[in-house]
């Protein structure tokens, strides 16, 4: 080892990002070179070749497509890579740590987020349904179902105007709409057809579909219109009152989980997955209203996250691990790679809406973990803040990285990653 | 080829044999020497005509003597050692016979005169030539003065020359380098050096240079003869074949008779005819018998066996036996010594303990430690009645030298007492078995290929204030119930931890038990004197409403319900105050209630009071609003009871045993022994032919209800009385919790196979509860579809494990 230690490895630095170009020759440096002294060496690398680089910036660096955590020969060598020929490093802007942003409190356990630019959409086990602005003000706060609420999304996130869906453990979904800025919500459509609770719920990427699966184990489809349908009927006085609601029913009910289906994605307009506890994650075909592919695990699902960018689907089940899965490889197993760094049951995951290497999870030991793909062994960042298990993340908003959990607490951390 | 020629040969006139030769001659040479040679033999012929007219007389004498050595070399091939000795003048013939002889035939050609010196020398001449022959190509000029001398010598003088040479033609695979002396060896050998062999002065013969491999190609491009060169591996030379040598490998090759004179339609000649010749061509030498047997030698042998049989001679062995008893005779003295001492009727012999070798004590002159002082000396004298007891049987002593110890005076009897010992005291060999511990311990598979199962803690559920007695879940998991001391029952959500329900009780929560009837939502719970009948308004609002509906609906009965049956329950509707809490149905007891089960269908309950001696278990059905007591008398402290899972058997474990009765027959079926002071709770396998009972004792018992009443398996894995027990409905797992704070997670593969017994192998010790006045863990239950085990503890938190 000694005299590895001491001796050089040629390499060349590389980027995708032309600002931070530097000439393409090879360096030798030495093989205990870590990120850091690589760092340095690329900032010096930088000074020369322009002369507008004045201020210097952090980089991370890739070889054999994943991050160097430790030295590069260790890094090397873990992935048995001969360090006789030129290797190819490959650079990237450095992912800034997140900063706590804010903090916005509730009366009860926080069980799902989602924002727009603007706004929080968030639900509570006090059977509420709240918006706050995304500085932490409360907007509206309304509490019609009469169970928990576990789920909420908003229609079209760019589009408030399209309304939101929550759905709850007492086996209805409403729609809602919302004039923006406006301190009233209005309940349009009631979902009906669940015979447990509703655990998850998803809008399609043309915002035309609703998927709800919970713990009756069907996968339910309904239209996502704001407006009442033909076979609605205002349902009856005693449980809304005048305000004219209607009852929808689902357009299709696609069984075959055999236990609580806990996430459901969509990955296109017409394909659903769905990952659940009975250790399974299907992929139904909407049209055609069957199965289309089915991933089989040892543990129960608790949460996925499918990314339009990656095409790949992560899914954490109830053990430490992060998995991430990519349904269109036919040989060796579809299980990519495993994140494991967490103590307890991950809950949540939710991946990076505009980056397709970073995700970020949540787990019963409290913490929440920013992951770049190409590190599986370490997370990025660690987030903490919070004092009790996180049951959801939320990062559809660039800028903001959200979570929430038993501690009835919304935490916001500001992500100052600049996209390029 | 040569035996096939020769006879043929002798057919030959002379002249043509010289015509042959001559053009053999020729044909050896380059044709550019053949005009040299004839100018030569020209010259020659006008210079030398004395010695013409000498060799002339040679000539013919040597031309008869060829004529007849070669009808005897034709009789007689191999023995031409003989032809030698026998014909002095045909030293030339020899010479190039054979090499070797060399020497002793120029010996003998010296003898023979002056007569014959010049043409000795000329052969010498020649014979140089011929060794250097080879060499031909390399030293042109030489080789050429040498053979155009010793030709033009032969051919003036003799036609002897001719004979030589047709020697040297066919006798020439012998000698195939007549330069290099190391003999018919693999070539290899002289790979590493820079010498080939040896010339006959004994010089090393060096390697010609070789080129590289554009040399080659260079001569291969320029050099028209490349084609026919070919190397010498005795020289290492490049030899340029001749035309000779190029026909004679074409004909080889295209398997014809390589002599080109050969004529294969030669009238054929009878040699081995079947014809009587007068002159046999082979003679066999006279068979022994045809001898006549020596006179005198047979005098001599009879005289040696007359000699034997007299004895005057003796035979080499007679002559060791009269050495042998001549010698002193020795003998081993001790021959034994060495061995078991072979005795007839006494088998395995045990020899006799060997005395211990003296110590120091019994030196003497002893160390000063070993003198007894005034103490020991007294403890000595103590000791007189009970010598036995003494340390040493005698009191060292110090002398002077080895010269003052006297005799030893208990000598004779000390020896005695041995003897009496050995005596008196049979010995024996004791056999004794030694068995390993490990090898009792049966193998077992490796937890790592029993999973999975629960290893790890996942969730705590807190929010209970007091002991957690007892917990279940609902059908789908979802759901977890759980009462507790503090007088409540709570509900949790399995996935989260939270916990969505508490109803208050009046008294202490002993028992609860999730209907198993996936319609009806309704949980028991047995608190102080009551059972309640709850429904928990969690899941489907569809199951939860039809079972309020179901449930208001009183069963109207006609049946009289016995004195016996109303004084042990009373089925009350619920107060509005239970109700709005949850109750449906109020069962007052008169006794306390510890435990309650559903039967597997969620109609039937049993409760169990211990106090209640006859009436101490009771079955009731919700239906019907309807209890009976199916015991007429009591059979001890009822413990725990138990439906089987699918025959109507009711298990019913007292103190001490356990009792399998039918329902439907009402008859006692089996009684399980379960060898144990107390039981505390039972548990059923999902297959109900297996039962696990856990008692105070500290033991789990596993019953194979086929195989006997006597358990199957005992399990002592905890330290202190086991508390809960609990089989997993699809894996094959179980678990029990006990006051030693200790969740041990064990496999228990049952086999449909009715030979193969079951599978016990303990997996995981968890051990996360806090210990509570003494207590540790209360109930243990497996999530209804999950890998995962939930433990309640005196610590008032549920936990969940998960794999």
Known sequence: MQYSNECQLQIRLLTKQEIYSVPDVPVSVPSNIDPKALNQLLNELLKESSADFLKPKDFDFLAVGELIRLTLLEHLQERNVSTESTIDVE?????????????????????????????ILSGCYDNSVNIWTSHGKPVVSVKDHSEMVKGVTWIDRNDVSKGFVSVSHDQTGVIWEWVEGSEQMIPKVQLRGHERGIDCVSVSPNSATLATGGWDT?????????????????????????????????LHTLKGHKEDISSVNWTDNHTVCTASMDHTIKFWDCELNGIKNEIVDQKAFLS?????????????????????????????????????????????????????????SGSYDSTVKMWDTRSPKAPLYNLRGHEGQVLTVDWSNNKYLMSGGTDNSINIFKNKHVLH | MGKLEKPQKRKLDKTTVKERDLNNIEDTEDSEEEDFFKDQIKEDDSSDSEADIDESEIDESDNENYESS??????????????EGSENEEDDEQDELSDNKEDETSEEEAQIGDKHEGTKQDKNKYKSKDKAQVEKHKAKTEVKVQTSEAISDKIEGSKSLVTTNEYEDHDTSDEEDIRNTTGNIPKNWYDEYKH???????????????????????????????????????????????????????????????????????????????????????????????????????KKVSKLVHALKMGWIKTREEREKLRAKKEPQFYMLWSTDDQAEDMRRIHKHISAPKRLLPGHAESYNPPPEYIFDAKEMKDWNKQKNTPWKRKLHFVPQKYESLR?????????????????????????????????????????????????????????????????????????????????????????????????????????????????????????????????????????????????????????????VSERVKTTVQWCEPEEKLYERGVRMHLKHFKMVTQVTWHGKGDYFGCVMPDGQSRSVLISQISKRKSQLPFAKSKGLVQSILFHPTKPFLFVATQRHVRIYDLIKQAQVKKLLTNSKWISTMAIHPGGDNL?????????LWFDLDLSTKPYQTLRLHGTAVRGVAFHKRYPLFASGSDDRNLIISHGMVYNDLLQNPLIVPLKRLQDHQAFNDFGIFGVHFHPLQPWVFSSGADSTIKLYSN
């Open chain 2, 692 to 700: 696990l009972v856990g008692t105070y004792d500290r033991k789990m």
């Open chain 2, 196 to 298: 080939l062999g040896y010339d006959w002065d004994g010089n090393k013969i060096i390697k010609p240079e070789t080129g590289d491999h554009l040399d080659e190609f260079l001569k291969r491009m320029e050099d028209p003869d490349f084609w026919r060169t070919v190397k010498d591996p005795q020289t290492g030379q490049n030899v340029i074949l001749s035309d000779e040598d190029i026909n004679l490998i074409k004909r080889i090759k295209a398997q014809k008779i390589p002599d080109v004179s050969f004529d294969e339609y030669a009238p054929w000649i009878e040699w081995f005819t079947s014809e009587v010749e007068k002159m046999p061509i082979r003679s066999f030498p006279e068979h022994k018998r045809s001898f006549l047997p020596s006179r005198t030698e047979a």
């Open chain 1, 218 to 250: 069907n996968l339910k489809l309904w239209s996502a219109s704001l407006n009442a349908d033909d076979t609605g009927e205002p349902s009856s006085k005693r449980l809304r009152g005048a305000r004219g609601i209607f009852t929808r029913v689902p």
């Open chain 1, 304 to 360: 996925s996250s499918w990314s339009t960018l990656s095409n790949t689907l992560l899914a954490a089940s109830a053990d430490r691990n992060i998995r991430l899965y990519d349904p269109r490889s036919t040989e060796g197993s579809i299980c990519k790679s495993m994140f494991t760094s967490h103590v307890l049951w991950v809950t949540c995951v939710t991946w990076s809406k505009y980056n397709e290497h970073l995700f970020l």
């Open chain 2, 70 to 83: 070669e009808e005897e070399s034709e009789e007689n091939p191999d023995d031409v050692s003989s032809a």
């Open chain 1, 91 to 119: 650079y990237i802007e450095r992912t800034p740590a997140p900063e706590p942003e804010d903090s916005i409190l509730h009366d009860d356990w926080v069980s799902s987020i989602q924002c727009t630019d603007k706004w």
């Open chain 2, 404 to 560: 003052r110890v006297p005799a030893y005076p208990r000598y004779i009897k000390e020896r005695f007492l041995r003897c009496l010992d050995l005596y008196l005291c049979p010995r024996a060999i004791k056999m004794k078995l030694s068995i390993e511990p490990e090898s009792l311990v049966p193998k077992l598979p490796s937890p790592r290929d029993l999973q999975p199962f629960p290893n790890t803690l996942a969730i705590e559920y807190k929010g209970h204030t007091d002991m957690v007695r007892s917990i279940s879940t609902d059908k789908t998991g979802q759901y977890l119930l759980s009462g507790s001391d503090d007088c409540t029952v709570k509900i949790w959500e399995v996935n989260t931890g939270r916990c969505l329900k508490t109803i208050q009780t009046d008294s202490v929560v002993r028992c609860v038990e999730w209907c198993p009837n996936a319609a009806l939502s309704l949980i028991l719970v047995a608190t102080g004197n009551d059972v309640l009948i709850i429904n928990p308004g969690v899941g489907d609002f569809l199951v939860t409403g039809k079972t309020d509906d179901v449930l208001k609906e009183v069963p109207q009965s006609d049946v009289v």
